[in-house]
């Protein structure tokens, strides 16, 4: 079966640093669309960025040039550097896949870790 799983939530202050990885199993890792989300409590969930096979990433506008998407295929994980966090960053962050050769877009992930919180404080 396809499992994700997420690591790397932490309680941290306005303006540090966090690096959140998402182990992949049982999915061809490297064809598929990968995209981390977040969610507040009582808020819809929101993309937070996607990369696709050939490691072009996509960034929600509130995170460009904060965070960076990235993947390793040798290991089947995903990564989500966060930099210059805000209190508003203080969600549930998931990491999601796409079926194996479907398009990359905030739509359609099929599978989902159960999460990891990000608390920042001011």
């Known amino acids: 079966q396809v499992r994700l799983v997420e690591s790397g939530g932490d309680s941290v202050q306005a303006g540090g640093s966090l690096r959140l990885s998402c182990a992949v199993f049982?999915?061809?890792?490297?064809?598929?669309?990968m995209g981390w989300f977040r969610q507040v409590r009582g808020k819809l969930r929101e993309g937070v960025a996607r990369i696709d096979a050939d490691s072009i990433p996509i960034y929600a506008d509130s995170v460009k040039g904060r965070f960076t998407i990235s993947r390793d295929n040798t290991k089947n994980t995903l990564y989500l550097q966060m930099n210059s966090l805000r209190p508003e960053d203080t969600a549930i962050y998931y990491c999601?896949?796409?079926?194996?050769?479907?398009?990359?877009?905030?739509?359609?992930?099929?599978?989902w870790g159960q999460g990891t919180q990000v608390t920042v404080s001011s």
């Open positions: 999601a896949a796409k079926p194996y050769g479907s398009s990359c877009s905030w739509f359609g992930y099929s599978y």
């Open positions: 049982g999915v061809t890792y490297s064809n598929n669309c």
